[in-house]
């Protein structure tokens, strides 16, 4: 009974996990489900008679594999949200039908087969689990863990080659560092976000903490009219801002200038005929 | 009388070495050939000399047999062993006979003229030496043809002298006109050459052998079938070769070569290989009726047709062209008429000819020599007077080709004539018409070139040939008047080719100059000179061709010789060709490529399933993946 | 109640499947593919306790092993390639194709 009630409260968590997992925008959120998922998992194995499986889920699966998930999150970039939109034609729905084709078909064969009841782990595990374990795992299946080892120092190494990076100049020294830094135009560094406008005339820019203007600081109209001391607009949201108000005020002038030269036509074309 | 035995001859002598007849030119050709430009200066000499060394042995052989008893003058000289092949044995050999003696003095005798000659016609060509390299091989190719003793030795003499043909018929090859007629004198050529190694194949396969001596003394034991259709087939290649109706069309065109080669070569000699050959094979035609008169059919058919055509040439030599056409079609004729009577006649006529049509083909050489290579009669005119020799010679040569007694033309054709009348009035009456159009073109011929006005081309200055040219006119000119009395007067030549053809039968009684035939003849002839005294001697002769009648086009146009050839040969070959080609490129070409487009478009589609994307790879796994386990979910149901 | 865990181990399965189908981001997909393994693993130890015998706890284990060692080479191969084409996503490495 009390088996019954874990399976279907985890049963319902882990599939929810699971579902979040695939269907979360931010992959910070797919690596806390599946944490979710796993440690469901874990507490299941540790209910069906395998304490040392369920522990070392927790601490190989929850604790390593997801942590290193977790750095390499960071590393791409944390923040960085996906795009749901499909670019592959056809592919969620093809998706969606061999998934639900696969589950169907399992579910079928599940569903044929006439299972017995569990004999249940009591007769192996008589010196305890672990103790059960280290055995076959010394005895019948040593040479699959030598090779298990091989191949974990292996994957080790891979690893190292795979994520090292070339070097291809010398490392710069704190010499080399300090020089670059006093041949930019910031010696003291890039002020602070915010507050460190060195003008306070209306056509200067706020400054960015990265050190680019803020579009939002100044009216278009003014800023198009600036002279070279300003910093050219580099942001590209920030020149279409001023695109678009220059050709707002030319099509302004365009027209008034049109009316101008139609109300000067009209009497001026007639003078010449005659 | 009938022909006498061949038997073999092993003595030494003159008759011994007779095979350096065709040996000395040959080497002449060869030295030449291989010797390239290093020989310029002496290879017409070497030419002439080899041509009048094979001419000495001729003679020499001549005299040698004239001096053994009429029926051991049939002498077969074995040279080597030529092809031992099993079954098929053709051992190499020379027939010494009265007939293969009379081509070898025509050919060596007539040919070293026209070397003489070409000394002088080709002196300002570069290419001297070549052509006399070619000359010498054409030589030492016809006195093979006319010497060997067997079909396959004919055979390879009759493709070299088609080969000497085709390589001076293009010798200006540079002309687009040349090289064209020398091609297709070689394609006519192979029709008929086709024709003649069937023949040969059929004779090999009836007989088991291609000697003459075996195949003549069993031509009894083939059926008369066999021996019809191996005469026709000869014939075939006789046709193509003599220029005969229906492969009459190449000699025209072959006047495109330099003079002295159409009148060596498609005059005097190599266009009556098929006289020959119908001659040489006569017991196979005796025993052949039907291929006799296929024969005699297409002889007057062509002496007709190349005298219409010569009649409205204004070109000198195409006019001598279809002249040589119409005399071989007299040949043709007497050689079909068959028995002693018909070969001599063909022969003489033959002889004569050369001699005659030779000169007369050295004459318009001259002429045009001297006329800066103008070819149009009516670009002449007047010439007699500036050129007194060639005018000479030629007149004595028309007077002999028109058949005046007492010149030589008119024995051996009065004897063609006679002989056709006693066959069949209808080809009687073909061969003294043929007399009379001859007699009209080749005034016409006369006229329009030394006499009337001058109508020169304005920067032409006319003047005798020199010696080297002129003499050999001379010479032939004097065969051309004597040739013919001598050889029948007295039945001389008769006599002298019995052991081959063997006596003609008790109804001959010689030759009678004033049967009725030869009188009406005569006539028709004064009434050709006559009318075309009226047309062109004393009218004057306008500078261009007036466009004529029907029958003039047709006759300028060869009477549709061509226009046929193309009709039905031409341009269905060419319809074939296209045909091929569209199915060779739409059905095969298309069925082939179809099937690479079918595979190629099916791969250029499906590799669009290769996106780059590892997902969709990924969802062809995943599906993969339900497919398998619906198939095990269903083979374990089962 | 060894189906009940058969059907929830398959469920998961679907789910990290579909997982593997329709995300993009690299380290997600990755995820998806750890869901899948460890679903099996629930699996195995179903039926290791069904067959009353420790090798299928045993199988389990080892592919946590396999699983963690292809997680270490899949997450630095992830890294190399951000690193040189400053994305995650698995469809800008599409270069090899048709």
């Known amino acids: 009974m009390g088996e019954a009630i874990t399976f279907w409260v985890l049963a319902v968590v882990s599939v929810t996990a699971a579902l979040g997992m695939v269907f979360s925008r931010r992959a910070v959120y797919s690596a806390l489900m599946l944490a979710v998922v796993m440690l469901s998992l874990a507490v299941l194995y540790a209910v069906q008679d395998a304490p040392f499986l369920a522990v070392v889920q927790v601490i190989v699966y929850t604790g390593a594999v997801l942590m290193l998930f977790l750095f390499v999150l960071m590393l791409v970039g944390v923040d960085s949200s996906d795009s749901l939109v499909e670019t592959i034609k056809g592919q969620r729905f093809y998706a969606a039908i061999a998934g639900l084709g696969f589950a169907a078909l399992l579910g079928l064969a599940i569903g044929n087969v006439a299972l017995g009841a569990p004999k249940g782990l009591a007769e192996v595990t008589k010196a305890g689990n672990v ?100 910093v050219r607009p580099t942001d590209p949201e920030m020149v279409k801002s001023y695109v678009a108000a220059a050709r707002e005020r030319d099509a302004e002038e365009e027209s008034m200038s049109l009316t101008r030269e139609a109300e000067a036509e009209t009497p001026g074309g007639e003078k010449e005929e005659k | 009388m009938s022909p006498a035995e061949i038997t073999q001859y092993s003595g030494g002598g003159v008759i011994g070495v007779s095979w350096l007849m065709i040996a000395l030119p040959l080497a002449g050709a060869a030295i030449l050939l291989l010797g390239g430009r290093r020989t310029d200066r002496w290879g017409h000499l070497l030419g002439v000399a080899m041509s009048l060394a094979s001419f000495v042995v001729a003679v020499l052989t001549f005299v040698a047999l004239l001096g053994r008893d009429p029926a051991q003058r049939r002498l077969d000289i074995a040279l080597f062993d030529f092809i031992p092949a099993g079954s098929l044995d053709v051992k190499m050999g020379l027939l010494i006979d009265p007939l293969s003696i009379s081509f070898a003095l025509l050919i060596t005798g007539v040919g070293t003229l026209i070397h003489i000659y070409s000394i002088g016609y080709m002196s300002h060509d570069s290419d001297r030496r070549r052509f ?36 001076l018929i293009g010798f200006w090859q540079f002309k687009p006109s040349a090289a064209v007629a020398a091609k297709k004198a070689f394609i006519i050529n192979r029709v008929g050459d086709v024709g003649l190694a069937i023949g040969i194949f059929t004779l090999f396969a009836t007989f088991g052998t291609v000697g003459f001596k075996p195949i003549f003394e069993n031509v009894g034991g083939a059926s008369a079938g066999v021996m019809t259709a191996v005469g026709l087939l000869l014939l075939l290649g006789a046709v193509g070769k003599s220029a005969q109706l229906p492969l009459q069309a190449w000699l025209l065109d072959a006047m495109e070569g330099p003079t002295p080669v159409s009148a060596l070569i498609h005059a005097a000699t190599m266009v009556t290989a098929g006289v020959y050959l119908i001659t040489r094979s006569s017991p196979i035609f005796e025993a052949a009726p039907t291929a006799q008169l296929v024969v005699t059919i297409v002889g007057a058919a062509t002496l007709l047709f190349g005298a219409i055509i010569g009649c409205a040439k204004d070109d000198i030599k195409k006019g001598l062209a279809g002249s040589t056409m119409s005399q071989i079609g007299y040949m043709f004729l007497a050689a079909g008429l068959g028995g002693a009577v018909g070969y001599v006649a063909a022969i003489a006529h033959l ?27 009516r670009r002449y005119g007047g010439l007699r ?46 061969a003294i018409l043929g007399a009379a159009l001859t007699a009209f073109y080749m005034s016409r011929m006369v006229f329009m070139t030394f006499f009337g006005e001058k109508r020169w081309e304005p920067d032409t200055h006319p003047h005798e040939s020199p010696a080297n040219m002129t003499g050999p006119m001379i010479l032939l000119a004097i065969g051309s008047v004597f040739g013919g009395a001598f050889l029948v007067l007295g039945d001389r030549f008769m006599t002298f080719l019995a052991p081959v ?30 009318i075309a005294w009226t047309m062109y001697g004393k009218r004057p002769v306008p500078v261009v061709a007036p466009r004529g009648s029907f029958a003039t086009v047709a006759a300028r146009r060869d009477l549709f010789g061509d226009a046929l050839n193309e009709a039905l040969f031409m341009r269905p070959g060419q319809w074939l060709t296209r045909v091929s080609v569209w199915f060779d490129n739409r059905g095969v070409d298309g069925l082939v490529n179809g099937l ?43 | 109640m060894t189906t009940h865990y058969l059907v929830l181990s398959a469920l998961l399965f679907t789910i990290g499947g579909i997982g593997v189908l329709v995300r993009r981001n690299a380290i997600v997909v990755f995820m998806s593919v750890e869901l899948m393994l460890n679903s099996c693993n629930l699996a195995f ?4 306790r069904m067959h009353g015998n420790l090798d299928g706890q045993l199988m389990a284990f080892f592919v946590m092993v396999v699983a963690a060692a292809e997680v270490v080479v899949g997450l630095a191969i992830i890294v190399t390639i951000f690193r040189t084409r400053r994305s995650a996503s698995v469809d800008d490495a599409n270069l090899l194709k048709y």
């Open chain 2, 132 to 167: 006399f390299s070619y000359l010498n091989l054409f030589v030492a190719a016809m006195l093979l043809l006319v010497l060997a003793d067997n079909y396959v030795g004919l055979y390879i003499g009759w493709e070299g002298v088609g080969l000497a043909s085709y390589l």
């Open chain 1, 131 to 230: 103790p059960a374990v280290a055995e076959l795992i010394f005895t019948r299946y040593v040479f699959a863990f030598e090779v298990a080892s091989a191949l974990l120092i292996t994957a080790a190494l891979a690893a190292m080659v795979l994520a090292h990076r070339e070097r291809l100049r010398a490392k710069p020294t704190q010499k080399d560092l300090s020089r670059d830094r006093f041949l930019t135009d910031n010696p003291a560094g890039l002020p602070g976000p915010g507050t460190y406008a060195r003008h306070n005339a209306i056509d200067m820019p706020a400054l960015l903490p990265d050190g680019s203007v803020s579009p939002l600081s100044v009216s278009p109209v003014i800023a198009r009219h600036e002279s070279g001391a300003v």
């Open chain 2, 351 to 377: 002889l004569t000819h050369g001699f005659f049509k030779a000169g007369l083909f050295l004459g318009a050489g001259s002429v045009m020599h001297a006329m800066n290579d103008e070819v149009d009669m």
């Open chain 3, 45 to 48: 130890v179903a039926f290791s």
């Open chain 2, 596 to 638: 690479a487009a079918t595979i190629g478009g099916t791969s250029g589609r499906l590799r669009r399933v290769q996106t780059g994307f590892a997902r969709s790879y990924a969802m062809f796994v995943f599906v993969g993946a339900v497919l398998v386990t619906g198939a095990l979910l269903l083979v374990g149901t089962l």
């Open chain 2, 385 to 430: 007077k500036i050129m007194p020799i060639t005018f000479g010679t030629f007149m004595l040569g028309y007077l002999a080709i028109i058949g005046i007694p007492p010149f030589a033309g008119w024995f051996t054709k009065d004897s063609i004539i006679e002989a056709a009348v006693q066959k069949h009035w209808i080809l009687g009456a073909a």
């Open chain 2, 501 to 530: 053809i063997g006596a003609p039968g008790p109804e001959y009684h010689g030759f009678q100059p004033l049967a009725p035939p030869g009188i009406i003849t005569f006539v028709l002839v004064l009434a050709g000179i006559g």
